[in-house]
């Protein structure tokens, strides 16, 4: 036990010692902590650019571009009579969307026939997408249903139920508060894993072969790092910028060990493949993207291809990922994320037997 936290404090020199490994396992998580979350701060994209085609300029149609106007989502590029001039700013990325206010919008109304107001947008990006879609619809539902009052007894025309959005965890339904809880893992899978095959790479650059204690006291280093990563994100982090947080607290605490040690065991055993402590970045390069990626956050795996979301299921990142979202932003329980916290430990244990072997013998 004694060189076990003889080798455990030197550890933690050698780390202070190599500006690379600490730079990599501790200060780049104090960095990105407010890297990733500043850059999304606003949630929201804002005065996305539009295109009013208005075919009839009447008094309802200015009633509607002035209701938009005071929408932050949408800001008002140009108001055109002609589609084709609007159609031609979206294909010249001027604006994201076109609304198209027809000539018989006020008859329609009037007389409760059939008609339509025609919203264009472009499908480069969703997020602008949806938030300019929101933007034009709560305006113009407003003005119609206001508008349609002086018509009540004489027209058949009724606006539709509108339907109200209430998110369950992502309160604000801002991207900051989605994608930061899901990024969060993957900074310490990626940080950990790094740096915990700098190092060892760096050791056995001077033909290194570790004693047992030593072994496990680098593991508990990786582990306490690694630990210390997660709390302070998903706590002070998650907290400073207002996330959705707290889920299930005391289930965060217990399964948070049981991920960082499935990392460092990964990160131990690929070490022993590298000869110097540099290729460590060749396979986070390559490799940060992907992980995200097949996560399930940015895109569900049941929309993927079978042999894809079947490599998805099978990295740890993706069980981290899954895990501490289900318990951070959605209070799961501990039954309710049992498979991604057996498929953990089971991960931890075949790695780490793999590491101990190939650095004691190998």
Known sequence: MKSFFYYYLQTFKNIAKNQSVLTTMILSVIFYSFFYPTAYKAQHAESL????????????????????????????????????????????????????????????????????IGI???????????????????????????????????SAFEPSIPIH?????NTLSGYGSYIFPAVAPVIIHQTIFLGICMLIAGYRESNWRPEPSEFWALFAVALTIGSLG????????????????????????????????????????????????????HVIVVSSVPLFILSGIAWPHSSMPLWISSIATALPSTHGVMLFVKLNQMGATLSQVAEHVWFLVITAMVFLALAYYRLRYK
């Open 49 to 116: 650019p539009i295109v009013i085609v208005d075919e009839e300029q009447s008094q309802l149609s200015n009633q509607i571009i002035t209701q938009i106007h005071k929408s932050p989502n949408v800001e008002i590029r140009a108001v055109t009579a002609n589609f084709l001039e609007a159609k031609q700013l979206v294909q010249e990325q001027k604006a994201d969307g076109i609304l198209l206010l027809p000539n018989n919008l006020t008859k329609s109304i009037r007389h409760g026939e059939n008609g339509g």
């Open 120 to 154: 264009y947008l472009s499908a480069a990006y969703f997020l602008k997408t949806k938030q300019i879609g929101v933007a034009i619809a709560e305006s113009v539902e407003s003005t119609l249903a206001e508008y349609a009052d002086k018509y009540a007894n004489i």
């Open 165 to 169: 959005q209430i998110p369950l965890f």
């Open 230 to 281: 997660c709390y302070y994100l998903f706590g002070f982090t998650f907290w400073l910028y207002d996330y959705p947080r707290g889920g299930n607290f005391i289930a965060m605490l217990f399964t948070v060990p049981i991920f960082v040690a499935c990392v460092a065991a990964i990160g131990m055993f690929l070490s022993t493949f590298l000869d110097i402590a540099e290729r460590a970045g």
